[in-house]
């Protein structure tokens, strides 16, 4: 079992540099299946999701090559549409292999996602899209296969704005016969990338990081090299980290009009912020101000820093709340937070949190992928040591929390 160990009280200072998007380049890898040749992804980050995705493209013959943060995709000699299921259950985001194996092949196998338990997260948004373009779905004992002899053009109108379901859409559509418009579609920045790379590759998208996206099918793609954006999640992470421990730092390698909804909360809390064209400036001095959020589909404040934000309301002053609504299992970490000590107060999709300072460093656990981080944002505004077990989760997001944490001089390592 990994653990992490934290002590805490010391103010962050520095700069540090962010990642690839791990939520960006898991559906580009996806997408590289719908050409017959070479896609190459720089600036691609060292997860285990990146890692496990990797392992299903070579389970299905692609030739992988990844040197640094150079990713060479070979899709020549792609043999199998079928997901294996030890990869499936440990990321959701295998599920995107579904539209892009119908777009190639014409036909997947595959059973329902795992990855964090943070809710049910149903995938019958991504069925109904594939249905909409030609695709038959037969779903028994948990397998799901779907067909197409040929996709084509279609509506789809999604009820939500999810992203998995866009992302199917979309790579479903690039090869389909006709036009397809995805209304309704899910506005996040790793859409937008998405449709950027597939127009590098010879797809003809518009309306990426709208509510409404077009996609004109064409026959062929082609090679091509793509760099993956900065992972803006991570990066509100680390402002996290930073605001939790009164620190003052640059956070470089990302964009910061991305990041509205979030810079917009950090300085009701009272951070400084200030924005440059690819990175930010960040002080904090004092305790975080009690803010009242509500999670919510892009731009809104997003659902994957929730669990971070909690941790700094666990520490603020006065009374705030978060409303989730987007994944009920997100409160999960409140658990944890409170045996160091939070105030948290759960009542069905909200919770009201009353902030205490400074928190108790104890043995906690990391439930899902972001409550793993926020008990690193914890564990930076508390007394003593803090030793986080079963960290693999963060793993799955973050290249070396500690490593980057370290470089602005937190006291943090991992012993297993």
Not at 55 to 73: A, F, H, P, Q, S
Not at 208 to 216: A, F, K, R, Y
Request: proline letters at 4%; glycine letters at 12%; charged letters at 20%.
């Amino acid at each position: 079992m990994s653990i992490i160990q934290v002590h805490g009280l010391q103010p962050l200072k520095g700069e540090i540099g962010i990642q690839g998007s791990k939520n960006a380049v898991l559906p580009m890898m996806a997408a590289s299946i719908l050409h017959k040749g070479t896609v190459v992804l720089t600036h691609v980050p060292g997860i285990q999701d990146v890692y496990c995705m990797k392992g299903i493209l070579e389970y299905m013959g692609c030739v992988c090559t990844l040197e640094g943060d150079r990713l060479t995709i070979g899709t020549d000699a792609l043999t199998d549409i079928r997901i294996p299921e030890k990869y499936l259950k440990a990321m959701r985001s295998s599920i995107m292999m579904l539209g892009a194996l119908l777009g190639r092949c014409g036909e997947a196998v595959t059973c329902y996602p795992g990855g964090c338990s943070i809710g049910r997260r149903p995938i019958d948004l991504h069925l109904h899209a594939l249905e909409k373009l030609g695709a038959q779905i037969e779903e028994r004992d948990g397998v799901i296969k779907a067909t197409a002899e040929r996709l084509h053009g279609g509506e789809v109108n999604l009820s939500f704005p999810s992203v998995g379901a866009t992302e199917n859409a979309l790579l479903a559509a690039v090869l389909a016969e006709g036009t397809t418009v995805i209304r309704g579609a899910a506005r996040e920045p790793e859409i937008t990338a998405l449709c950027s790379m597939l127009n590098c590759m010879g797809a003809k998208v518009t309306g990426g990081g709208s509510d409404t996206i077009w996609i004109e099918g064409v026959k062929t793609l082609h090679d091509t090299v793509f760099e993956v954006p900065g992972d803006r999640i991570c990066a509100g992470t680390y402002l996290s980290c930073i605001m939790a421990s009164q620190g003052e730092a640059v956070i470089k390698g990302v964009c910061p009009g991305q990041m509205a909804a979030v810079l917009q909360a950090a300085r009701q809390m009272g951070a400084e912020i200030k924005e440059y064209e690819n990175h930010i400036a960040v002080a904090m001095r004092g305790r975080p101000e009690a803010v009242n959020l509500k999670t919510e589909p892009y731009p809104g404040f997003p659902t994957d820093l929730q669990s971070p934000v909690l941790s700094l309301l666990a520490i603020g002053k006065g009374t705030g709340s978060i409303r989730e609504t987007i994944f009920e299992g997100r409160f999960a970490t409140a658990l944890e937070l409170e045996k160091m000590g939070a105030r948290i107060h759960l009542e069905e999709e909200s919770a009201l949190v009353t902030g205490t300072y400074p928190l108790k460093g104890c043995t906690v656990e990391a439930a899902d992928l972001r409550g793993g981080a926020a008990l690193v944002v914890a564990g930076l505004a508390a007394q003593g040591e803090t030793t986080i077990r079963n960290c693999g989760h963060i793993l799955r997001g973050y290249e070396d929390i500690c490593r980057d944490l370290q470089k602005l001089g937190a006291n943090i390592r991992r012993v297993l």
